[in-house]
């Protein structure tokens, strides 16, 4: 699919591309701006699809980048995903999304309640009704939210109910090295909310210790002036689903690890193959279990299969990918889950060190 | 979703034109729609024919779907235009839907179809005049979108519509149109250039983003447009979209580059400190030292770095990423820093972004390590990065190390060494290579390190180790004996080819500390020679000839033997390399009779000692681009790069920035730059002895060294623009100017042109300070009436010459800073056209030339309560009046405001309410404070013209939209009156003008006996603003003074007869003053 804007490029330009696709080992290896003789390709890669953008002159890659995101955002917030069936199912509305969002290569409307006014979201309902009365779902009328200053909330929005959910989701990320001890470590956190007030609401959100936060990042509605004085959160929000900031405790201060992996895994360069022993236990977790766990082991390519047995959940290993994918489920304290078994490797490789990365939701 | 009806189509299409009135019956319709009719056989050239069907038809349902299908095909790249005329006909549709979707049709294929894209043309003239601001930005869009050159003055046309509507969401496409418009006709670039300028005027957010990307394309060059703007962009900044943020941030970097001077300038030289990383610590100590004394930032410099500051909070990470360059190529370098943590923050982020904002992070990080110091972990890398991430933040890890952390690192990168992913491998053990050259410490450390992996089972990692170990011998290849006889055992085994050639140049270079081996190894390599890659050959025959002169007994042959294989190898490399060796080793002999000169000096050829290499940073040249650009990350230079310029030695005039909204006076902006360059011509008119050249440098050193007053203290004219030699000591100078003040010359002169200087004098000093002060308040909104520019001077008008002098004359004066005398500003009003004074009071003074407005030696610290907390809800304003003149009008007091939130609440948009019109009294209101948190005072400045009255002034502030307090501001009788200064000779003239009923006079006699006429001055200048009058006569003081409003002269003289008894005499025009004002002398000096 293509949409051109300023002067149509050739198709042809995307060999460019996918001469780096092959070369490259896995999608994510491929580098985000290729350089060819006339033109930039700038990419994404989201839920398998890749997003090529081309340029011809000089433009900051992140400025692309980040509006292929959106773009991406957009479209998951329309379809509620965003596959390649789904854009080819849809590909009208993309397209005149895409004309919306973007001119002469200038990004224009981004906001997503501001592109729902001007090209309604499909749905089945409203698929029937405009066959029925010859409604299109494309506005006539301008948003009014453009004008405003507020431009990422509709006007006249009303509600029976007014409820707000806000969502708080941590990412602990760490390091921990072969005797257990943490490298480093840190918090990526994210307020996630859904709104649905009506009118003009202006809420404010204040935390008991704000100073715990290293580096935080708003939705544009947050008052940053407001934020630095007092350190609270004050905004009108949009309608709807958005992240209302995203936050980042750094490596200085202590994290807490729920988790612990004692793990032992021995591959012997004989036949008889390496064998796999892995214990999750729990750590300072305050009273609080801890559930759907997964752990994930990308093995080394020499690795055949794996012969494993699990006291608690199910795994899985994906042969081609070599990913070992065990689904631990809750973790009990009285009994500790528990894999081990053997792996079959092919002969002759080298044995590797494995490095097992944990995903902990 | 493909559903082509052949059936009807094929029947009809022999019928049916384009234009065919008869609608096509039902039935033939509803066939056409009927998927099932099935027509995957229809030859191509008809495949179109049931589309053009279908958009013939009257239903606006099957146009839209013909259109969706159209527009299926458009995406799929298939060709389509065969379909124009039939599409172009339903660019008239009622439907929105259909609409759009032609026009996204017409929009692609246009240019194909120049002709037939006319015939739409006029349908979008229509719809710019839509009512719907919805359609008329549509259709300006698809129209400038149309690349037919035919239409290029009809769109300009629109386009300059489109600039001056009403909505800004048209504007903001106008904008948009510009670059459009610009792309298909170069020619229009002046004319655009015009649209555009009113559109960077355009307050409203949504425009100014749009503006400025229409800038960077069309003309980034004119950055004089962007100078009466630059203060609004940067008010702005925060609220506009993301995307024009970045815009603008990029912009303003240029423009800040090419309008500030640097402020690290007298920082030790940045590369200095890349080149010697061992002394990081102390260059950072003395850095620190010398940001203590940097030179202060200029103020609009200042604003823009601390409006973009806040969006380092942004969700997007290009805003984040065009803030962190912004600071990182115009922020002083104490600054810097500030931009570490939100970067760190991106790496959070998808996987594009990171690799990005790495890329840049590399780039910062060998010129500024200290700046990612903190957030070493953060690089380490996760088993989960793709590999072009990881190898970034290898390279960032090794440009960060430093004797501190090199610990950490060197273990991280052990581990890495372990990963299962070759490239990453091979960097990790190039990271540690580096790390060893760079810090002295663990250079010992690494190579026994590197030596252990020697024995891995790897074969690339042994191969990249050989590799570094190579490297790192060369720097200090005495103590390492054993490593190079390790390394000649691995020749057997290691079969990288990179690796192998490297062992032997070791082997070559190094022979005589293992002269055993090293034949050896020679006899083993001439054995396989030919089976070797090329790259080995080379160092085969290196080797070779290496050892034929250190050794030559044991290698001559095998030296001989294997430049024999590689004079017949298949590469002309090898062929050319061996023939050229030859001749150096074993010249012809029988030629030339004897060894040649070439083959005397072979030893030092091949033998020479060579500097070890210095491992660095691949991202180190990536200085010179601009950081986060898309040249920055290819590290070439990107079409329509825009170079950052280098800091400008010293900076151009920032009055340029200066907002002034009113028309007339922008088109008297050029007189700015004349004034500045002639005002050196002119200097000579006032420094008598001098030649105009060195006057300017020898002003500079006079005004820092001695700050006595003399008659005339000279300062140096600064002026920028013709001075080359100015340094970094006058530009300090040029700094602190703003604050500097204005004294009038002491020395009388006599001709007409006295007033004007004064006016122009105090308009020029009000300029500059404005561009201190508006640094706050340059938001508010100028208004300078219209009114009192057309009643400025005609004089002025006609007598240009006198213009000229204004700025110098600013300069020639300043000293002696009477505080009380700085002109309190509201900014937007400076203008140069402010009116000074009304014309019939200047026919008064200029009865009296001699007569000049001095500044007050004493300023009163009484305040008084405007309003007071108890009557409105917590705001307290108290007043005191500073004595000097309001710039918006001399014949205003200007008095001091502070106000204070007792309350428990936030106070927003405090402002004047309504004003008394009546009686000659006006008020200039102070710039309305948005908000007040409690507990929080503020300063504000308000002028009165009190008409020469005494009474108080009535009017109302005004506290958000409903609450509304009267208050009144009563002003003592001396404040009503400005001090002046003049001649003995000249106040005893007037005085003996000024009898009679003008006179009053008093006696009284003090309780204490005063000794000191000084305390009694000082008591005298406290309670009234007057200027004291150069006495002959002991025991008499005189003062004057004149009323604000109409000018009229108040003459104080004070007679003791002896030190008890006084006799006080008021002479003025104005009886009530006088007698006003005698009162509260008397009272205040019998205290």
Same mark, same amino acid.
């Given at each position: 699919m293509e949409k051109h804007w300023k002067s149509v490029i050739s198709r042809s330009v995307c060999d460019y591309f996918f001469d780096h696709q092959r070369k490259a080992s896995s999608p994510e290896d491929i580098p985000p701006v290729i350089a060819t003789p006339h033109h930039y390709l700038i990419s994404v890669y989201r839920s398998s699809m890749f997003f090529v953008a081309v340029c011809?002159?000089? %433009?900051?890659?992140?400025?692309?980048?980040?509006?292929?995101?959106?773009?991406?955002?957009?479209?998951?917030?329309?379809?509620?995903?965003?596959?390649? $069936?789904?854009?080819?199912?849809?590909?009208?509305?993309?397209?005149?999304?895409?004309?919306?969002?973007?001119?002469? #290569?200038?990004?224009?409307?981004?906001?997503?309640?501001?592109?729902?006014?001007?090209?309604?979201? =499909?749905?089945?309902?409203?698929?029937?009704?405009?066959?029925?009365? #010859?409604?299109?779902?494309?506005?006539?009328?301008?948003?009014? #939210?453009?004008?405003?200053?507020? =431009?990422?909330?509709?006007?006249?929005?009303?509600?029976?109910?007014?409820?707000?959910?806000?969502?708080?989701?941590?990412? %602990?990320?760490?390091?921990?090295?072969?005797?257990?001890?943490? %490298?480093?470590?840190?918090?990526?956190?994210?307020?996630?909310?859904?709104?649905?007030?009506?009118?003009? =609401?202006?809420?404010?959100? $204040?935390?008991?210790?704000?100073?715990?936060?290293?580096?935080?990042?708003?939705?544009?509605?947050v008052r940053f002036k407001r934020w630095e004085s007092e350190r609270v959160l004050s905004f009108i929000p949009p309608d709807g689903n958005f992240r209302l900031m995203s936050y980042h405790i750094g490596s200085q201060s202590i994290v807490a690890i729920p988790v612990y992996v004692r793990h032992s895994l021995c591959l012997r360069e004989s036949g008889s193959g390496g064998r796999l022993d892995i214990t999750l236990g729990p750590k300072q977790t305050l009273g609080r279990t801890i559930e759907n766990v997964v752990l994930e082991i990308p093995m080394p390519k020499s690795v055949l299969n794996c012969g494993l047995v699990t006291n608690q959940g199910k795994y899985t290993f994906d042969p081609v990918s070599k990913l070992l994918v065990w689904e631990v489920g809750r973790i009990d304290v009285t009994k500790l889950p528990n894999i081990r078994g053997t792996i079959s490797l092919q002969s002759g490789s080298p044995p590797v060190e494995a490095n097992p990365s944990i995903n902990v939701s | 979703m493909y559903a082509p009806g052949v059936n009807s189509s094929t029947t009809l299409s022999s019928s049916s034109s384009y234009n065919n009135d008869r609608p096509p019956s039902a039935e033939a319709v509803e066939v056409a729609t009927d998927p099932a009719s099935g027509g995957f056989f229809n030859s191509d050239y008809k495949k179109h024919d049931d589309l053009k069907q279908m958009l013939d038809s009257n239903k606006d349902n099957l146009k839209l779907e013909a259109m969706k299908r159209i527009i299926g095909m458009v995406a799929k790249g298939r060709e389509a235009s065969d379909l124009f005329p039939a599409v172009v006909k339903n660019v008239v549709s009622k439907n929105i839907e259909v609409k759009k979707l032609v026009y996204v049709y017409l929009v692609r294929y246009a240019e194909e179809q120049q002709d037939l894209a006319l015939l739409s043309i006029s349908t979008f003239q229509r719809a710019l005049k839509d009512p719907n601001q919805l359609i008329r930005a549509s259709a300006l869009r698809v129209l400038s979108s149309i690349r037919v050159t035919m239409i290029v003055p009809i769109v300009m046309l629109a386009i300059k519509d489109a600039a001056a509507d009403m909505s800004p969401y048209v504007r903001k496409t106008a904008a948009h149109a510009i670059p459009k418009l610009y792309s298909l006709d170069q020619d229009q670039k002046e004319e655009l250039i015009q649209v555009l300028e009113k559109l960077l005027y355009d307050k409203t957010t949504l425009v100014v983003g749009s503006a400025v990307m229409a800038f960077e394309e069309v003309c980034p060059e004119r950055i004089d447009l962007i100078h009466k703007n630059f203060r609004k962009l940067c008010s702005l900044l925060v609220d506009v979209d993301e995307w024009g943020q970045v815009v603008i941030i990029n912009m303003l970097t240029r423009y800040a580059r090419s309008q500030f001077t640097d402020p690290n300038l007298q920082d030790v030289d940045e590369d200095e400190e890349s080149k010697r990383p061992f002394y990081e610590d102390e260059n950072e100590v003395e850095e620190e030292q010398q940001e203590k004394r940097a030179p202060t930032l200029d103020p609009d410099h200042r604003l823009l770095l601390r409006s973009a500051k806040p969006l380092l909070q942004s969700r997007n990470a290009a805003v984040v990423l065009s803030v962190a360059q912004l600071y990182h190529h115009t922020a002083p370098r104490s600054e810097v820093h500030q931009v570490a943590k939100a970067m760190i923050r991106l790496l959070r982020s998808h996987r594009e972004v990171q690799d990005i904002v790495l890329t840049s992070i590399a780039a910062t990080a060998t010129r500024r390590k200290v700046m990612f110091e903190p957030f070493l972990k953060s690089f380490f890398v996760r088993s989960s990065d793709a590999t072009h991430i990881k190898l970034l933040k290898l390279e960032i890890l090794t440009s960060l190390a430093t004797e501190s952390s090199v610990g950490i690192i060197l273990r991280e990168l052990q581990t890495y060494v372990a990963a299962h992913d070759p490239p990453f491998v091979a960097a990790a053990i190039q990271a540690i290579g580096r790390c060893a050259s760079n810090i002295k410490e663990v250079t010992d450390t690494c190579l026994n390190g590197l030596v252990s992996l020697l024995s891995n089972k790897d074969q690339a990692v042994v191969a990249e180790s050989v590799v570094v170990i190579k490297k790192l011998l060369q720097t200090q290849p005495s103590a390492h004996r054993e490593i190079i006889i390790q390394m000649a055992k691995l020749v057997d085994s290691v079969t990288v080819p990179q690796a192998r050639a490297s062992i032997l140049w070791l082997l070559g270079e190094y022979s005589e500390r293992v002269p055993k081996i090293a034949p050896d190894v020679l006899r083993k390599m001439a054995k396989t020679f030919t089976s070797e890659e090329d790259i080995v050959k080379l160092q085969v025959m290196t080797l070779a000839v290496k050892l034929c002169l250190t050794n030559p007994k044991q290698t001559k042959l095998l030296c001989q033997y294997v430049l024999q294989l590689a004079k017949y190898d298949q590469n002309y490399d090898l062929r050319d390399r061996a023939r050229f060796l030859r001749h150096i080793i074993f010249p012809a002999d029988a030629e030339s009779g004897g060894p040649t000169r070439l083959s005397k000096q072979a030893k030092k050829i091949f033998l020479a000692p060579k500097p070890a290499p210095v491992p660095e940073s691949h991202f180190k040249d990536r200085e010179q681009f601009q950081l986060g650009s898309l040249s920055h990350y290819i590290n070439t230079k990107a079409n329509g790069y825009q170079e950052l310029p280098p800091f400008p030695l010293e900076a151009p005039d920032p009055k340029a920035r200066d907002v002034e909204t009113e028309p007339q006076v922008m088109e008297q902006a050029p007189l700015f730059t004349a004034k500045k360059v002639s005002s050196k011509k002119d200097s000579t008119f006032y420094s008598d002895t001098e030649s105009p050249e060195d006057e300017s440098e020898e002003d500079e050193n006079s005004s820092d060294e001695d700050d006595d007053d003399d008659e005339e203290e000279e300062a140096s004219s600064s002026d920028k623009d013709d001075d080359d030699n100015e340094d970094e000591e006058s530009s300090g100078l040029e700094e602190k100017l703003p604050i500097k003040v204005v004294k009038s010359t002491a020395k009388p002169k006599s001709d007409e042109e006295e007033e004007e200087d004064e006016s122009d004098e105090e308009d020029s000093s009000s300029e500059s300070v404005s561009d201190s002060d508006s640094e706050d308040e340059s938001s508010e909104p100028s208004s300078v009436p219209k009114k009192q520019v057309r009643n400025a001077k005609p004089a002025k008008e006609s007598t240009p010459v006198a213009k000229p002098k204004s700025n110098l004359d600013l300069l020639l004066d300043l000293d002696d800073v009477s505080p009380a005398f700085t002109p309190i500003m509201t900014p937007s009003l400076g203008g140069f056209l402010t009116p000074m004074s009304t014309p019939s009071s200047q026919v008064k003074t200029q009865l009296f030339p001699d007569i000049q407005p001095a500044s007050a030696v004493i300023s009163p610290n009484t305040t008084s309560e405007l309003l007071n907390k108890i009557n409105s809800n917590g705001l307290e304003i108290k007043y005191r009046f500073t004595r000097s003149p309001h710039l918006y009008s001399p014949s205003m007091a200007s008095a001091e405001l502070t106000f204070h939130n007792h309350g428990p609440d936030e106070l927003t948009d405090i402002r004047v309410g309504e004003k008394p019109t009546s009686g000659g009294v006006s008020i200039h209101d102070f710039a309305p404070i948005p908000s007040l948190s409690p507990g929080s005072s503020l300063m504000g400045t308000i002028g009165v013209d009190f008409a020469d009255s005494t009474q108080p002034v009535n009017f109302e502030i005004k506290i958000g939209s409903d609450r509304t307090y009267p208050v009144a501001l009563k002003v003592p009788v001396g404040e009503v009156i400005r001090a002046v200064a003049m001649s003995e000779e000249l106040f005893l003239k007037q005085q003996g003008g000024l009898r009679g009923m003008n006179e009053n006079t008093a006696k009284l006699s003090l309780t204490k006996p005063c000794t000191d006429l000084k305390s009694l001055t000082n008591k005298i200048l406290t309670v009234a603003n007057l200027g004291v009058i150069p006495n002959s006569d002991s025991s008499t003081l005189r003062f004057a003074a004149q009323t604000l409003s109409s000018k009229s002269t108040v003459l104080v003289s004070l007679l003791s007869s002896d030190n008890q008894n006084l006799t006080i005499t008021v002479n003025c025009e104005k009886m009530v003053i006088g007698s006003m004002l005698i009162t509260q002398l008397k009272a205040c000096l019998a205290d």
């Amino acid at each position: 699919m293509e949409k051109h804007w300023k002067s149509v490029i050739s198709r042809s330009v995307c060999d460019y591309f996918f001469d780096h696709q092959r070369k490259a080992s896995s999608p994510e290896d491929i580098p985000p701006v290729i350089a060819t003789p006339h033109h930039y390709l700038i990419s994404v890669y989201r839920s398998s699809m890749f997003f090529v953008a081309v340029c011809t002159t000089e %433009v900051a890659p992140l400025f692309v980048v980040e509006f292929l995101h959106r773009v991406v955002d957009t479209f998951e917030d329309y379809f509620s995903e965003c596959t390649e $069936s789904i854009i080819k199912e849809h590909y009208v509305v993309v397209y005149e999304l895409l004309d919306e969002m973007l001119d002469n #290569g200038f990004p224009l409307a981004t906001e997503s309640n501001i592109l729902k006014e001007l090209i309604k979201p =499909p749905n089945i309902l409203r698929t029937i009704a405009n066959t029925v009365t #010859g409604k299109s779902n494309v506005s006539s009328t301008l948003p009014s #939210g453009q004008l405003s200053n507020i =431009p990422w909330r509709r006007t006249g929005v009303k509600y029976t109910n007014n409820e707000a959910y806000f969502d708080m989701i941590e990412e %602990v990320d760490a390091i921990i090295d072969k005797s257990g001890s943490t %490298v480093c470590a840190e918090i990526q956190g994210y307020i996630d909310c859904c709104i649905k007030l009506s009118g003009m =609401p202006d809420l404010s959100l $204040s935390f008991v210790n704000p100073r715990l936060f290293d580096d935080v990042s708003f939705h544009p509605c947050v008052r940053f002036k407001r934020w630095e004085s007092e350190r609270v959160l004050s905004f009108i929000p949009p309608d709807g689903n958005f992240r209302l900031m995203s936050y980042h405790i750094g490596s200085q201060s202590i994290v807490a690890i729920p988790v612990y992996v004692r793990h032992s895994l021995c591959l012997r360069e004989s036949g008889s193959g390496g064998r796999l022993d892995i214990t999750l236990g729990p750590k300072q977790t305050l009273g609080r279990t801890i559930e759907n766990v997964v752990l994930e082991i990308p093995m080394p390519k020499s690795v055949l299969n794996c012969g494993l047995v699990t006291n608690q959940g199910k795994y899985t290993f994906d042969p081609v990918s070599k990913l070992l994918v065990w689904e631990v489920g809750r973790i009990d304290v009285t009994k500790l889950p528990n894999i081990r078994g053997t792996i079959s490797l092919q002969s002759g490789s080298p044995p590797v060190e494995a490095n097992p990365s944990i995903n902990v939701s | 979703m493909y559903a082509p009806g052949v059936n009807s189509s094929t029947t009809l299409s022999s019928s049916s034109s384009y234009n065919n009135d008869r609608p096509p019956s039902a039935e033939a319709v509803e066939v056409a729609t009927d998927p099932a009719s099935g027509g995957f056989f229809n030859s191509d050239y008809k495949k179109h024919d049931d589309l053009k069907q279908m958009l013939d038809s009257n239903k606006d349902n099957l146009k839209l779907e013909a259109m969706k299908r159209i527009i299926g095909m458009v995406a799929k790249g298939r060709e389509a235009s065969d379909l124009f005329p039939a599409v172009v006909k339903n660019v008239v549709s009622k439907n929105i839907e259909v609409k759009k979707l032609v026009y996204v049709y017409l929009v692609r294929y246009a240019e194909e179809q120049q002709d037939l894209a006319l015939l739409s043309i006029s349908t979008f003239q229509r719809a710019l005049k839509d009512p719907n601001q919805l359609i008329r930005a549509s259709a300006l869009r698809v129209l400038s979108s149309i690349r037919v050159t035919m239409i290029v003055p009809i769109v300009m046309l629109a386009i300059k519509d489109a600039a001056a509507d009403m909505s800004p969401y048209v504007r903001k496409t106008a904008a948009h149109a510009i670059p459009k418009l610009y792309s298909l006709d170069q020619d229009q670039k002046e004319e655009l250039i015009q649209v555009l300028e009113k559109l960077l005027y355009d307050k409203t957010t949504l425009v100014v983003g749009s503006a400025v990307m229409a800038f960077e394309e069309v003309c980034p060059e004119r950055i004089d447009l962007i100078h009466k703007n630059f203060r609004k962009l940067c008010s702005l900044l925060v609220d506009v979209d993301e995307w024009g943020q970045v815009v603008i941030i990029n912009m303003l970097t240029r423009y800040a580059r090419s309008q500030f001077t640097d402020p690290n300038l007298q920082d030790v030289d940045e590369d200095e400190e890349s080149k010697r990383p061992f002394y990081e610590d102390e260059n950072e100590v003395e850095e620190e030292q010398q940001e203590k004394r940097a030179p202060t930032l200029d103020p609009d410099h200042r604003l823009l770095l601390r409006s973009a500051k806040p969006l380092l909070q942004s969700r997007n990470a290009a805003v984040v990423l065009s803030v962190a360059q912004l600071y990182h190529h115009t922020a002083p370098r104490s600054e810097v820093h500030q931009v570490a943590k939100a970067m760190i923050r991106l790496l959070r982020s998808h996987r594009e972004v990171q690799d990005i904002v790495l890329t840049s992070i590399a780039a910062t990080a060998t010129r500024r390590k200290v700046m990612f110091e903190p957030f070493l972990k953060s690089f380490f890398v996760r088993s989960s990065d793709a590999t072009h991430i990881k190898l970034l933040k290898l390279e960032i890890l090794t440009s960060l190390a430093t004797e501190s952390s090199v610990g950490i690192i060197l273990r991280e990168l052990q581990t890495y060494v372990a990963a299962h992913d070759p490239p990453f491998v091979a960097a990790a053990i190039q990271a540690i290579g580096r790390c060893a050259s760079n810090i002295k410490e663990v250079t010992d450390t690494c190579l026994n390190g590197l030596v252990s992996l020697l024995s891995n089972k790897d074969q690339a990692v042994v191969a990249e180790s050989v590799v570094v170990i190579k490297k790192l011998l060369q720097t200090q290849p005495s103590a390492h004996r054993e490593i190079i006889i390790q390394m000649a055992k691995l020749v057997d085994s290691v079969t990288v080819p990179q690796a192998r050639a490297s062992i032997l140049w070791l082997l070559g270079e190094y022979s005589e500390r293992v002269p055993k081996i090293a034949p050896d190894v020679l006899r083993k390599m001439a054995k396989t020679f030919t089976s070797e890659e090329d790259i080995v050959k080379l160092q085969v025959m290196t080797l070779a000839v290496k050892l034929c002169l250190t050794n030559p007994k044991q290698t001559k042959l095998l030296c001989q033997y294997v430049l024999q294989l590689a004079k017949y190898d298949q590469n002309y490399d090898l062929r050319d390399r061996a023939r050229f060796l030859r001749h150096i080793i074993f010249p012809a002999d029988a030629e030339s009779g004897g060894p040649t000169r070439l083959s005397k000096q072979a030893k030092k050829i091949f033998l020479a000692p060579k500097p070890a290499p210095v491992p660095e940073s691949h991202f180190k040249d990536r200085e010179q681009f601009q950081l986060g650009s898309l040249s920055h990350y290819i590290n070439t230079k990107a079409n329509g790069y825009q170079e950052l310029p280098p800091f400008p030695l010293e900076a151009p005039d920032p009055k340029a920035r200066d907002v002034e909204t009113e028309p007339q006076v922008m088109e008297q902006a050029p007189l700015f730059t004349a004034k500045k360059v002639s005002s050196k011509k002119d200097s000579t008119f006032y420094s008598d002895t001098e030649s105009p050249e060195d006057e300017s440098e020898e002003d500079e050193n006079s005004s820092d060294e001695d700050d006595d007053d003399d008659e005339e203290e000279e300062a140096s004219s600064s002026d920028k623009d013709d001075d080359d030699n100015e340094d970094e000591e006058s530009s300090g100078l040029e700094e602190k100017l703003p604050i500097k003040v204005v004294k009038s010359t002491a020395k009388p002169k006599s001709d007409e042109e006295e007033e004007e200087d004064e006016s122009d004098e105090e308009d020029s000093s009000s300029e500059s300070v404005s561009d201190s002060d508006s640094e706050d308040e340059s938001s508010e909104p100028s208004s300078v009436p219209k009114k009192q520019v057309r009643n400025a001077k005609p004089a002025k008008e006609s007598t240009p010459v006198a213009k000229p002098k204004s700025n110098l004359d600013l300069l020639l004066d300043l000293d002696d800073v009477s505080p009380a005398f700085t002109p309190i500003m509201t900014p937007s009003l400076g203008g140069f056209l402010t009116p000074m004074s009304t014309p019939s009071s200047q026919v008064k003074t200029q009865l009296f030339p001699d007569i000049q407005p001095a500044s007050a030696v004493i300023s009163p610290n009484t305040t008084s309560e405007l309003l007071n907390k108890i009557n409105s809800n917590g705001l307290e304003i108290k007043y005191r009046f500073t004595r000097s003149p309001h710039l918006y009008s001399p014949s205003m007091a200007s008095a001091e405001l502070t106000f204070h939130n007792h309350g428990p609440d936030e106070l927003t948009d405090i402002r004047v309410g309504e004003k008394p019109t009546s009686g000659g009294v006006s008020i200039h209101d102070f710039a309305p404070i948005p908000s007040l948190s409690p507990g929080s005072s503020l300063m504000g400045t308000i002028g009165v013209d009190f008409a020469d009255s005494t009474q108080p002034v009535n009017f109302e502030i005004k506290i958000g939209s409903d609450r509304t307090y009267p208050v009144a501001l009563k002003v003592p009788v001396g404040e009503v009156i400005r001090a002046v200064a003049m001649s003995e000779e000249l106040f005893l003239k007037q005085q003996g003008g000024l009898r009679g009923m003008n006179e009053n006079t008093a006696k009284l006699s003090l309780t204490k006996p005063c000794t000191d006429l000084k305390s009694l001055t000082n008591k005298i200048l406290t309670v009234a603003n007057l200027g004291v009058i150069p006495n002959s006569d002991s025991s008499t003081l005189r003062f004057a003074a004149q009323t604000l409003s109409s000018k009229s002269t108040v003459l104080v003289s004070l007679l003791s007869s002896d030190n008890q008894n006084l006799t006080i005499t008021v002479n003025c025009e104005k009886m009530v003053i006088g007698s006003m004002l005698i009162t509260q002398l008397k009272a205040c000096l019998a205290d």
